[in-house]
């Protein structure tokens, strides 16, 4: 479906089935590298599992952005119980590796009492494109 149908179908596909209701907006001004979408999509993915595995939310936003030819950035947020710790698990550590593989920032705010916001920045040069 990220092949054929872009992010914007992809990501609507992991919202549809995550069971935390989730409030999903994409604006593209253009649509990324597929090594960057593919990268958002996992973010995303994984996100949303922690918010249903972990936070006890009852609502969850995901806000996908790109204005011109510049970064991707991805916002997720709940309204959970917080307490999100990389150093306590794998899965906010192998968002932060996957991230990073293409020179992305993964930041983590999750005080205890929450929410939790996670937000990514996904370079769309040619090197972080895997070209």
Known sequence: MLTDRALDAALSAVAARC???VELTVQLDQ???ATVEAIGYFVVAEGLTNVAKHSGARAA????????????????ADDGAGGADPAAG??????ADRVSGVDGQL???SPV?????LTVELPCTAVAAGR
């Open 19 to 21: 069971p935390v209701p």
């Open 31 to 33: 649509r990324p590298s």
């Open 61 to 76: 936003s995901v806000t996908v952005r790109r204005e011109g030819a510049g970064p991707l950035w991805i916002t997720i």
């Open 90 to 95: 794998t899965g906010l550590r192998g968002l």
């Open 107 to 109: 930041g983590i705010d």
């Open 113 to 117: 009492g929450g929410p939790t916001v």
